[in-house]
T-cell receptor, first 107, second 117 residues
Framework: RKEVEQDPGPFNVPEGATVAFNCTYSNSASQSFFWYRQDCRKEPKLLMSVYSSGNEDGRFTAQLNRASQYISLLIRDSKLSDSATYLCVVSASKIIFGSGTRLSIRP | GAVVSQHPSRVICKSGTSVKIECRSLDFQATTMFWYRQFPKQSLMLMATSNEGSKATYEQGVEKDKFLINHASLTLSTLTVTSAHPEDSSFYIC?????????????FGPGTRLTVT
């Protein structure tokens, strides 16, 4: 089993839709969790940290479920500019990136 | 957010030569810097973690004699790919963190695309 797993997608949804994807992790000792966004051929950029209590930033909501060992990202009212690959990052003794979920928003 | 620069952004070199990539944190002191490699359509793979003033910690399977990392100051780390071969062609990305090596957010450089001919 991979240490961090994501559905590679692609998720193809219409503009304005709500889309959510999860990321599972295997190490129960993981302490820090993040979502990054990566555009094609660019470096990843931090989208948001994921706290135990969950957090929201505008249209984006991230949640952590320690019991089931997954984090989630919800995007509401999706925009064309949300099209990107979303990487989850889990940190325990080292930092591990998921392979990313590709999201494509269509007009 | 914090700014990390990388230089060069693109480099083409001949097989057997060495290439140095610089990573700089421009507006904060980076106690820890990370070097990643990303092949097309694959995820970032951590190559090594370096703390200022100490030797880098390499991930399993990464040759430390081939990928030389120097983190001489709190704002600069360099990665030198020695005796590069075509299979070393990849996108190399550095990131910097101001906290401990595993718990703080990372700020990424724009990456260096290396092509070895």
């Amino acid at each position: 089993r991979k240490e961090v797993e994501q559905d590679p997608g692609p998720f193809n949804v219409p503009e304005g839709a709500t889309v959510a994807f999860n990321c599972t992790y295997s190490n129960s000792a993981s302490q820090s969790f993040f979502w990054y966004r990566q555009d094609c051929r660019k470096e990843p950029k931090l989208l948001m940290s994921v706290y135990s209590s969950g957090n929201e930033d505008g249209r984006f909501t991230a949640q952590l479920n320690r019991a089931s060992q997954y984090i989630s990202l919800l995007i509401r009212d999706s925009k064309l500019s949300d099209s990107a690959t979303y990487l989850c990052v889990v940190s325990a003794s080292k930092i591990i990136f998921g392979s990313g979920t590709r999201l494509s928003i269509r007009p | 957010g914090a700014v990390v620069s990388q230089h060069p952004s693109r480099v083409i070199c001949k097989s057997g030569t060495s290439v140095k990539i610089e990573c700089r944190s421009l507006d904060f002191q980076a106690t820890t810097m990370f070097w990643y490699r990303q092949f097309p359509k694959q995820s970032l793979m951590l190559m090594a973690t370096s703390n200022e003033g100490s030797k880098a910690t390499y991930e399993q399977g990464v040759e430390k004699d081939k990928f030389l990392i120097n983190h001489a100051s709190l704002t600069l780390s360099t990665l030198t790919v020695t005796s590069a071969h075509p299979e070393d062609s990849s996108f190399y990305i550095c990131s910097a963190s101001g906290g401990t090596s595993d718990s703080y957010e990372q700020y990424f450089g724009p990456g260096t695309r290396l092509t070895v001919t």
